[in-house]
């Protein structure tokens, strides 16, 4: 076998050339996904697959945010109906236990949903994190994100963030609802109150959780765990059904919004 000889300073330029490609491409979008957890992937795989331009930033190197955990690292995660429809479409397995409930393997379902959002359209960019908004006043909207190296971050540098377009982010960031917390605090002018989740209620909080995902201010969308923060709902724990479901119906309020 003969392998092919790339020397060292064309790895390099080729590897500049084809990221800075990307990162004029998607330094403007029609979506902003923060987060590539079970909501944020969701989303990302459905607005991409409507033909809408979608970058996921996720703060770590790896997807599926609370996937992969599971509950207490086991690897089994709960799925309820409908979201097994989404599951089966994406080619995951599920081990029924009753009528409409069914368990996944983590690591399969984290990799599926990514995989899937990838093949739509989506591009995901890891090791990034999302620390502010961008906004316009008359009308009053969010108009995209600042974005910061994670290990920057981490190294508690003081360097300056680059800024990033788009008709509408997703706060996809889990517990925290990080975007959303940022731009409450930074934006007053928003009138977004975050009171916080409750403890665990899971039947009502799969509910109300995919009832109230969408838009929080003009062009800021909550997806997943981060309604729950925003909406005072109860948390579910290892039951997953919701989170697809919420980054679908985000999806689909966008998809609606901008005229699709
Ligand atoms: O936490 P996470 O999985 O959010 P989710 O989609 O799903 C929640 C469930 O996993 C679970 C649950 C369901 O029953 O309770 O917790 O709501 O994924 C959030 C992702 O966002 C990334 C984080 O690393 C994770 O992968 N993230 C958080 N903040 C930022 C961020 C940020 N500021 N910038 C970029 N990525």
């Not at 934006?187 to 989740?197: A, F, K, M, Q």
Request: hydrophobic letters at 50%.
């Amino acid at each position: 076998m003969n392998i092919k000889q790339v020397d060292e300073v064309k790895i390099t330029k080729y590897i500049l050339k084809a990221t800075f490609d990307d990162w004029m491409s998607f330094s403007e979008n029609d979506v902003v996904i923060v987060g590539a957890g079970p909501s944020g992937l969701a989303a990302a795989y459905y607005l991409a697959k409507a033909g809408l331009k979608t970058t996921v930033f996720e703060r770590r190197l790896s997807f599926g945010g609370g996937i992969g955990g599971g509950a207490m690292l086991f690897h089994k995660i709960i799925i309820e109906s409908p979201a097994d429809e989404i599951l089966k479409e994406i080619g995951v397995k599920l081990q029924k236990f009753e009528d409409g409930v069914f368990a996944v393997d983590s690591a399969q379902f984290m990799a599926k949903l990514a995989s899937a959002a990838i093949d739509a359209g989506a591009k995901i960019i890891h090791g990034v994190t999302v620390d502010d908004v961008i906004f316009r006043e008359n009308p009053l909207r969010v108009t995209g994100v600042a974005v910061e190296w994670t290990a920057t971050q981490m190294a508690g540098l003081h360097v300056d963030p680059l800024f990033i377009s788009a008709k509408a982010v997703i706060d996809a960031t889990g517990h925290d609802a990080e975007v959303i917390s940022v731009a409450s605090r930074k934006i007053p002018e928003l009138g977004i109150v975050i009171p916080g989740e409750k403890s665990a209620y899971s039947e009502m909080a799969e509910q109300l959780t995919v009832e109230q995902s969408g838009e929080v201010a003009p062009g800021l969308y909550a997806a997943g765990m981060a309604v729950t923060e925003v909406k005072a709902l109860p948390r579910m724990g290892p039951i997953f059904g919701a989170m697809i479901l919420s980054g679908k119906k985000v999806a689909d309020d966008i998809i609606e919004k901008l005229n699709l």
